[in-house]
T-cell receptor, first 113, second 113 residues
Framework: DAGITQSPRYKITETGRQVTLMCHQTWSHSYMFWYRQDLGHGLRLIYYSAAADITDKGEVPDGYVVSRSKTENFPLTLESATRSQTSVYFC????????????FGEGSRLTVL | SQQGEEDPQALSIQEGENATMNCSYKTSINNLQWYRQNSGRGLVHLILIRSNEREKHSGRLRVTLDTSKKSSSLLITASRAADTASYFCATDARETSGSRLTFGEGTQLTVNP
């Protein structure tokens, strides 16, 4: 039972480069989320998706793009990485709207030089 | 802005002691959840308490919710060194569209053996 997996776990890139963080879940949960975690800010929601082809902005969406062509995948793309996007990124999933807990991946630690 | 705010930011206790963490929030909620995060890992769901509940237990965990004060507390009894982690409250607010949790900044708990 793989659950929810993120890749890569660690990534170093340079300012201006495009980076894609992958997220895959095996439960067929409807909802998927991307959070970033930074010291002093806790977890902040970047984007979320209620189903395939349905996405919506969270609290801090600028500089990020998401897609969800398949229920199980929810990639997050930084189109032109900036140093302020250095963070730990967490993908999570949930069965449905207001239906309990989030299941988190192990995180992707991104460093932008 | 963060919905939930945990207090204290850091807590250090001896094994066997009880640990209490508090969470305050600002808007009406459907439910409040507590999560645990070990260093370098993803968040793991601990317990959910609905807005019409006042207290809930799960093993050594006890959660209370006071909707009139917009606050919750997490009590870990008879703590163990393995309880060392960060603990986050997350609110599932009535006003937010769709389904997304808003997290606080967390309490770092250290249990000394």
């Amino acid at each position: 039972d793989a659950g929810i997996t993120q890749s890569p776990r660690y990534k170093i890139t340079e300012t201006g480069r495009q980076v894609t963080l992958m997220c895959h879940q095996t439960w067929s949960h409807s909802y998927m989320f991307w959070y970033r975690q930074d010291l002093g800010h806790g977890l902040r929601l970047i984007y979320y998706s209620a189903a395939a082809d349905i996405t919506d902005k969270g609290e801090v969406p600028d500089g990020y793009v998401v897609s969800r062509s398949k229920t199980e995948n929810f990639p997050l793309t930084l189109e032109s990485a900036t140093r302020s996007q250095t963070s730990v990124y967490f993908c999570a999933s949930r069965v449905g709207a207001y239906t309990g807990e989030l299941f988190f991946g192990e995180g992707s630690r991104l460093t932008v030089l | 802005s963060q919905q939930g705010e945990e207090d204290p930011q850091a807590l250090s206790i001896q094994e066997g002691e009880n640990a209490t963490m508090n969470c305050s929030y600002k808007t009406s909620i459907n439910n409040l959840q507590w999560y645990r995060q070990n260093s370098g890992r993803g968040l793991v769901h601990l317990i959910l308490i609905r807005s019409n509940e006042r207290e809930k237990h799960s093993g050594r965990l006890r959660v209370t919710l006071d909707t009139s004060k917009k606050s919750s507390s997490l009590l870990i009894t008879a703590s163990r060194a393995a309880d060392t982690a960060s603990y986050f409250c997350a609110t599932d607010a009535r006003e937010t569209s769709g389904s997304r949790l808003t997290f606080g900044e967390g309490t770092q708990l250290t249990v000394n053996p």
